[in-house]
């Protein structure tokens, strides 16, 4: 069994049992709870070994990722494993526990993308090196790279439901160019015209002195910026292009509000809203619990 194949069994299981005792991480590891009196991100690491596990409660995992693998007692709350890493410099490098797809300290990008038969995507630059991520049906594959671009530590995850439904969408976009509607374009159009902006003035109206005229007007440009390019792409039938056009628009609110700083809790769930009525009324079809925003999304 690989270790991802771990990921969302119980620690009372024979294969958990077995990892914990391969890597000398601890059977019964210190709980954590939450303020409801549920178990969560409860960790069972070894430093000596380079190897760390992180569990939740059934509670918060039947919430995140459905029912877990075999047997448990829903009652008992018990600890289901949903996430690992291994450092094997950690170990001298020999790793305790083999890694998933055969992979080995040293591998290049190329050696790993041809062992796990996809391209590593996300890349970004580290203390350490640069990181990059691979998704798969079930869970999130992490490497990272030392700055010679050899592989140093990997993380494993498994992928919560809304992050499994933005996979599956990701997947399908191509099949969705046939929802995609034109004839939806003036209701398009009418609800683009209807942002949070008015809103945002009058907050600032009334003494809010998180906004500011410029700041709110950088804003107010990429939604109408978006609006349209939104309508371009449903003219042409695109679901790819939809999905595109509203990565950029998030990204652009990142910089603006690395700018100025005034997206919070309200105006973010003001500004999901609108994308994500914006995004449904072309046509895309999204999951009810599909965030289209958080994978890019700073704010």
Known sequence: MQL????????????VKEFLARCGLPSNPTPNYDSYGNLFWTRADSDENGVYSVFTGYVRYADMYREPIGSYNKEKDQLILHEISVYPEKA??????????????????????????KKLTGKCKTDYGFGYDAFFEEFRLIVALNFDERLSWIRLFKLKLHEKERARLK???????????PSRIPEIQALGAKTPMA??????AEGDDMF????????????ASYAQTLCEATQKKSASAVYSRT??????????????????????????????????????????????TEEWREW
């Open 212 to 223: 500011s005229e410029q700041s709110i007007a950088a804003v107010e440009a990429a939604l």
């Open 247 to 292: 990565a950029k628009l998030v990204k652009a609110l990142n910089k603006i509000n690395d700018k100025y700083g005034l997206i919070e809790t309200v105006e973010r769930e003001e500004l999901w809203e609108w994308i994500d009525a914006l995004v449904r009324k072309t046509g895309l079809e999204l999951g009810e619990d599909v965030d289209i």
């Open 171 to 181: 997947a399908r976009l191509r099949s969705q160019n046939k929802s995609i509607d």
């Open 199 to 204: 809103a945002w003035r009058k907050r600032m």
């Open 4 to 15: 991802q194949d771990l990921l969302g069994r119980p620690i009372h299981s024979k294969e």
């Open 92 to 117: 001298g490098g020999n790793s305790v526990v083999d890694l998933p797809f055969g992979l080995n300290l040293g591998d290049d990008k190329k050696t790993i993308e041809a062992k796990i038969g």
